[in-house]
């Protein structure tokens, strides 16, 4: 569930009381607010709702305060009578969660979960929102190839250390991407994500945002000789930053919503869309070493960070 959208004030009336007497199942500590404080767990009953940022997928995100501390930080909040999928979901999601430690991914504070079935999870708030909704409020020309540059490597950093830790996205696009006023780009909603346990675990089930979808995802029969998963994550980062940098989805004209039809027949039969004369040879080559169909030679994340594009400018 992409953090995505701030309802009207009307629309805030839902009660988080109702999951007030959850204990904590799996306590993580709550970061202080100075370095003096001790870190300590938390319950639902001390956190305040101060606004829905999102609905969907059977759950509702609020953004929420502490009471004590008046630490400000994000709950989502999945409902018991969610279908099973979305059950099965939150629960990837959880376990993931609670593997990673990375500045460059979304920090989990905690886990709660009530015998009713529902479940809460307390992270980190981003206080910008996602590059897709900032794309959606600044339009075409929102961001600039040296801002596509440093959100390229902050997403590729937490690209990097998922993969090294196993742990494949499958679902990376704009609305999974949050970012903070200071413009730090943190990846999240790992639903759908997938921890290999073994090298050579395949991964071709067919989860995740189709339009960011890689040729092998959609027609592996086609495409998926020497499937390696990890690429899949790199042709949507691919399309991400081509899409942050044209204003549009780069399959599709500008406003034209996407079908799977011609999702499928674009990604698999046609060729990779190609950047407009004016950007920088450097950003064109990034683009294309994330955007082969081939997904043997499209570049790991790891090779990516040290790509022309991506270094660090100097001082």
Not at 207 to 219: I, K, L
Not at 233 to 247: A, K, R, V
Not at 258 to 271: K, R, S
Request: aromatic share 8%.
């Amino acid at each position: 569930m992409a953090l995505v959208r701030e309802r009207r004030q009307s629309k805030l009336g839902l009660r988080l009381q109702e999951i007030s007497e959850r204990r904590p199942r799996f306590p993580l500590p709550l970061p202080p607010t100075t370095t003096s404080q001790q870190s300590t767990t938390t319950t639902v009953a001390e956190l305040e709702t101060v606004q829905v940022l999102g609905h969907g997928n059977g759950g509702t995100v609020y953004k929420v305060v502490h009471k004590k501390t008046s630490n400000v930080f994000a709950l989502k909040v999945v409902h018991a009578d969610s279908d099973p999928m979305m059950r099965r979901q939150i629960f990837r999601e959880m376990e993931i969660l609670r593997r990673t430690d990375s500045p460059f991914v979304v920090h989990c504070h905690e886990i709660f979960e009530k015998p009713d079935g529902d479940i809460a999870i307390l992270m980190e708030y981003m206080d910008a929102g996602t590059l897709d909704s900032l794309l959606k409020n600044g339009g075409s020309g929102t961001f600039t190839e040296k801002s596509l540059a440093d959100i390229a490597r902050q997403i590729l950093n937490g690209l990097n250390y998922l993969h090294a830790h196993k742990i494949i996205h499958r679902d990376i696009k704009p609305a999974n991407l949050l970012v903070n006023k200071n413009m730090e780009v943190k990846i999240a909603d790992f639903g759908v994500s997938k921890i290999m346990c073994r090298t050579l675990d395949a991964c071709n089930s067919y989860v995740g945002t189709c339009a960011y979808m890689s040729p092998e995802r959609f027609d592996p029969d086609t495409h998926g000789a020497n499937y390696n998963g990890y690429s899949g994550d790199i042709w949507s980062l691919g399309l991400t930053m081509f899409e942050l940098y044209m204003g549009h989805f780069p399959f599709l004209p500008a406003g034209q919503k996407p079908d799977w039809a011609t999702l499928m027949c674009a990604i698999c039969f046609g060729e990779p869309p190609s950047l407009p004369e004016g950007v920088s040879d450097e950003f064109r080559s990034f683009i294309e070493c994330c955007l082969q169909k081939d997904s043997s030679k499209r570049w790991t994340a790891s090779q990516l960070l040290l790509h022309p594009f991506c270094k660090q400018p100097e001082n």
